[in-house]
């Protein structure tokens, strides 16, 4: 019996450090761009936050105007006009929902009353110095219209909208409205196919569908005007560029890859050719915007946000998407950067080629291209050769245009690579913002929007992204459907579908000490002696302390001692003691001393576990009795937070009572045994159970790990753990809940990189990458039916966890939907009653701290 248990036993752990060595190898992924956000703040916890949501639904549309400072929002049936100091103050309301008609016939069609059937405002933009221009959805008809902005009514003039506004809510859309003229890209109709317009006024323009699609059911995301005439000494145009995601018409020899990221561009003053490309554009180029993780071929296919930030020259403008995968139920995501530069020097590259004969592939034009060049905008050069508009173009040349549309080259992220790459997030918004901090230095701030309703703050440091925090904005999941910034209000405005939120640009005096203001690198932020202060707000620079470069220079070394807190903790021999000690930031480790020593050997038998909520004495003994201090390590800061001074009480009668007394043993034992007897019978029991049970586990286990396969993290050497449910999200870091117990079995050594494994089955769907194949079903439960799983694992789980403190608390996370094996619930649930009970039996049982 013991022996075919530790069979099962090696087995199981050979094949766990065979597998997460196996597949930490080809997917580890450079480690400094997984970035984990330093702080996190929940709902409850945030501060200065003010709220807007009306009776409508959907606030997707924003538009912050900083002159008279309102914020207009766009929401479903209804327009708002909220005073941008504080957006709960006042609003004012334009109410615009389709007429009881105009739903029938939506609804006719076949839509979803719940959701489409409404006039949802999908465009809110500055028209001139008294109006604004809106369109909205209709009902699946859609209609625009002009708002006169200073008593904030609808004009009577309501226009026909089919051609700028698309007729779903839920499409892709992007448009702007530049001097007068409106220019949208969309899917409009179901189906009718993607197009870029110019609308109003004549000339109108489009894209071409024949002979080579332009556009290959293009999802748009973003539009963008750079000022590309100003100072050209050519007196080149200004563009307008579009960013999407399509189908590929690309074959590769490595991948083939469904949909790519693109950017395409206009010229501002196109006004189509007279005979080839009458009411088309001219100027339509696009090209692919690749954003892979280095190295290994991951490519990030799906664009889902783009912010175009503005340089001081045009030449400075930089991009900043956020990527996303093709795998719609993995989450991941990257963030990458390009330069403008770079852009234009795609567009003034070689084009590609579709050889229609050669099955539709696309290769690089090599020929001649005519002259002007296609694509380009007129310049003093055109101008001079007679050239005066785009209709004056030679027709070879737009013939070539019509042809050639994509180009050769691709345009590549700054550095090759991702600013960020992050999985099990979904991005959805990018906003980036100028700072200048104490320095003098201007850092780029981050503000990224998830799909749960969670905003991050990040700065850019040397190309490296540093994640300051994020802030949970809503109590129910949500995505962030829009976030603008206002640098006069210093607020940040977040959009999504229950409502507006408005934050302070930065919120300093949650740092409580110098080291946190300081190791936060907030470029906002800096210690003034006593508080943290936002340094716009200080009147003298001179005596702030800040270091946004190494984020942990300036604090005196002393006052990393003082702040630690003193409490007393009595136990009986023979508890487990749980010595809390929470962090404050998730880029801390903690560290352990006892009696100034640090506490070594977190072995199978030291009787030391570190957590990162604080440090568990097993069966605590007389002479482990002491003085505990924990400290946070972080960016080579080490920091006093608690020192505990622990009495451990002689054993003491009646019988032991360890907290993970199977509270079942009853009906496992129905007849009494002596003690030994019974525990003997209990092992015997616990063992049978414990193959079974490992050899699911390991089964589960070797499906997970086969699954995941960038989940493996050997950063700090740690096991990430995610606790259980989404709703232990209110216990702050429940659901990262990272054990520091090394597992010394896989080699030999706690080796901080191998045999390390990262267990997050929630999160399994991440690996589904293409090279790997779907995920399979989850084993069904073992055939024997004699088992009770529940009772089973009740009556044997303190054994498994006791087991397994030599290597670790594997926790595993349900999935949705896909978990209906009654062992992975038991397992999972019962770890956590186990680890919470472990909590509570120290920390509520003994509530007064200093007893006995
Ligand atoms: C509008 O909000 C509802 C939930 O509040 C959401 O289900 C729906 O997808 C949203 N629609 C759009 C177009 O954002
Ligand atoms: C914003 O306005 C609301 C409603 O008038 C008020 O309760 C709140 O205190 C204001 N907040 C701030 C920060 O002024
Ligand atoms: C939508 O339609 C369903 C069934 O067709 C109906 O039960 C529901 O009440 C309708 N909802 C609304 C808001 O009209
Ligand atoms: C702005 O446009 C509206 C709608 O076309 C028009 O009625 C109004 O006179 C214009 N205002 C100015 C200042 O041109
Ligand atoms: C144009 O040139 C002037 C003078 O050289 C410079 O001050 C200005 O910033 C430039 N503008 C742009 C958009 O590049
Ligand atoms: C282009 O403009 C120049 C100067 O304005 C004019 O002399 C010339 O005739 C124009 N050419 C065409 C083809 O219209
Ligand atoms: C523990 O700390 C107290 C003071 O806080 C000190 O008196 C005592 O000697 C220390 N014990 C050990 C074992 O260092
Ligand atoms: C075990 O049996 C005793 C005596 O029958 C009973 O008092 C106790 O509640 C039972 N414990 C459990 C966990 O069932």
Redesign the pocket.
Known sequence: MRMRSNVGWLYCLQLLCAMSTLRAYPFTPPLDLDVTPRTTVLFNELW?C?RFSGSALNYSTLLLEEEPGLLYVGARGALYAL?A??????SHTIDWEAPEDRKQLCLNKGKDNKTECFNHIRFLQRFNSTHLYTCGTHAFSPQCAYIDSREFKMSSVIEEGRERCPYDPAKGYTGLLIDGQMYTASQYEFWSSPDIRRNSPNPMLRTEEAPTRWLYEADFVESALVKESVNSSVGDDDKIYFFFTEKSQEHSLYFSYGRVARVARVCKSDRGGLLTLQKKWTSFLKARLVCSLPDYKFHFNVLRSMFVLEGPRTEDTMLYGIFGLEWKNVKASAICRYSIKDVQQVFEGPYMENQEDAGAKLTEYTGKVPDPRPGSCITDRLRERNINFSTDLPDDVLHFVRRHPLMSRQILPLGQRPLLFRRTVDYTKIVVHKVTALDGQTYHMLFIGTDEGWLQRAVEINGQLHIIEELQLFEEPQPVDSIVISQKQMSVYVGSPSGVVQLPLSTCHRYTSCFDCVLARDPFCAWDGAECVEITSHPDRSSLTQDILNGNQGCAKSAADDLALHRIRSVVAGDDVLLQCELSSNLATPRWTRNKQQLQGYGLNSGYRIGTDGLLVIEARPEQSGNYSCFALENGVRIHVVIYKLIVHQYLPPAPHSTLQPKNSNDSNPAPLPPQFQSMKNMEAMYISLITILGGLCLVLTVVLLYVSFCVQSKRGKYSLRAAAQADRKKKRNDRMELKTISSHCNGKANTHDGLLQIVPGEAQVSSNKELPPAPPLPPPPPNSELDYTNGFSATLPSVLRKMNGNSYVLLRQTDGDTTSPLYYSFTDELNQILEKRKHTQLCSKPDESSV
């Open positions: 200065g003010r005073q100091s504080n957006i709960s103050s006042s």
